[in-house]
């Protein structure tokens, strides 16, 4: 059995090929040091693959200057794509930094050797567990569909519009920070009245020590609450997921 391409067809996987990896090596749940950088290449030549008979009739010419030009277009496009599908996801870690800074855990940094930085120990704990939640649940075929998708509203032959850009960036901005409040929200208020439940207490038996007793307590609380909250991640990573296409897809629209 042989296969045989095209001059179209290898320009477009060449391109479609650099818009993919350039995607994948931002955006979660690819853009880690878990997944080396040999397979995400060969699996962003085999989605390439796939795409390569829709985007082929927006090829450009095959030739240097208009190869090079597409080139550096796909680049950007696949890197904005992937920041775009980062920025959402970033709200799982930074609820979990809110989390840190409320519950005491920010001072015990963890190493990450994912990232080879430091980071609060909740907050990892809730990326890795989305990162988990994504391939588990399904998410990650509807993040890889989104973006799939983008070949038809931002063909080969076409330019991002930083106007459509910024808007969505804008708008990736926004969510990310509500859902990190609806992440972190109950469980920093539950945190918020018990430190002043303590200061109460502290003024009316001021001679208890509550310096040592709200480190413990408040730890005890935290992680029970994280306990409870473990039910509600599947559908939040679910909503992001679906947000970051339908995000990506307006990009182009």
Same mark, same amino acid.
């Given at each position: 059995?042989?296969?045989?391409?095209?001059?179209?067809?290898?320009?477009?996987?060449?391109?479609?090929?650099?818009?993919?990896?350039?995607?994948?090596?931002?955006?979660?749940?690819?853009?880690?040091?878990?997944?080396?950088?040999?397979?995400?290449?060969?699996?962003?030549?085999?989605?390439?693959?796939?795409?390569?008979?829709?985007?082929?009739?927006?090829?450009?010419?095959?030739?240097?200057?208009?190869?090079?030009?597409?080139?550096?277009?796909?680049?950007?496009?696949?890197?904005?794509?992937?920041?775009?599908?980062?920025?959402?996801?970033?709200?799982?870690?930074?609820?979990?930094?809110?989390?840190?800074?409320?519950?005491?855990?920010?001072?015990?940094?963890?190493?990450?050797?994912?990232?080879?930085?430091?980071?609060?120990?909740?907050?990892?704990?809730?990326?890795?567990?989305?990162?988990?939640?994504?391939?588990?649940?399904?998410?990650?075929?509807?993040?890889?569909?989104?973006?799939?998708?983008?070949?038809?509203?931002?063909?080969?032959?076409?330019?991002?519009?930083?106007?459509?850009?910024?808007?969505?960036?804008?708008?990736?901005?926004?969510?990310?920070?509500?859902?990190? &409040?609806?992440? @972190?929200?109950?469980?920093?208020? $539950?945190?918020? /009245?018990?430190?002043? *439940?303590? +200061? #109460?207490?502290?003024? !009316?038996?001021?001679?208890?020590?509550?310096?040592?007793?709200?480190?413990?307590?408040?730890?005890?609380?935290?992680?029970?609450?994280?306990? &409870?909250?473990? @039910?509600?991640?599947?559908?939040? $990573?679910?909503? /992001?997921?679906?947000? *970051?296409? +339908? #995000?990506?897809?307006? !990009?182009?629209?």
């Amino acid at each position: 059995m042989s296969v045989e391409l095209g001059t179209a067809s290898l320009v477009t996987l060449l391109l479609a090929s650099i818009r993919i990896t350039a995607w994948m090596a931002i955006s979660p749940p690819f853009a880690t040091s878990g997944i080396p950088r040999t397979i995400r290449v060969m699996l962003g030549v085999g989605l390439a693959f796939a795409v390569t008979g829709v985007a082929r009739e927006h090829a450009p010419a095959a030739e240097l200057a208009p190869l090079v030009s597409s080139a550096v277009e796909q680049l950007v496009i696949g890197a904005s794509l992937g920041f775009i599908t980062r920025l959402l996801f970033a709200a799982v870690e930074s609820a979990g930094s809110l989390i840190d800074l409320t519950g005491g855990f920010s001072m015990a940094m963890a190493y990450d050797p994912m990232t080879s930085n430091t980071n609060s120990v909740i907050g990892k704990f809730y990326s890795l567990l989305a990162t988990t939640l994504i391939f588990a649940s399904g998410a990650h075929l509807v993040i890889i569909g989104g973006f799939m998708r983008t070949f038809t509203v931002l063909p080969l032959d076409s330019t991002i519009s930083l106007s459509n850009l910024g808007s969505t960036l804008t708008q990736g901005m926004t969510n990310m920070f509500i859902a990190a &409040l609806q992440i @972190a929200g109950p469980l920093v208020a $539950v945190l918020f /009245l018990s430190d002043v *439940a303590l +200061g #109460l207490l502290s003024r !009316v038996s001021p001679q208890l020590n509550i310096f040592q007793i709200s480190f413990p307590l408040k730890i005890g609380l935290t992680l029970g609450l994280l306990g &409870l909250m473990f @039910a509600t991640m599947p559908r939040v $990573v679910t909503e /992001l997921a679906n947000s *970051a296409a +339908g #995000l990506m897809i307006g !990009v182009g629209s």
